[in-house]
């Protein structure tokens, strides 16, 4: 991965985190972070 895509990928993610905030007051933003948790909690499970 080069530089460029670094830094344009980590934009990205921080313009949809902004957009989260913006229009849907971190909704988005925590449903997937509930959802990374349960993936977590799952993959624990195998291990």
């Not at 993610?13 to 509930?34: K, M, P, R, T």
């Not at 959802?35 to 624990?44: G, P, R, S, T």
């Amino acid at each position: 991965m080069t530089n460029k895509i670094a830094i344009g990928l980590g934009l990205m993610i921080a313009f949809a985190l902004i957009l989260d905030y913006a229009l849907q007051d971190w909704e988005g933003s925590i449903f997937v972070a509930q959802k990374l948790a349960d993936l977590i909690e799952w993959m624990a499970f195998w291990r």
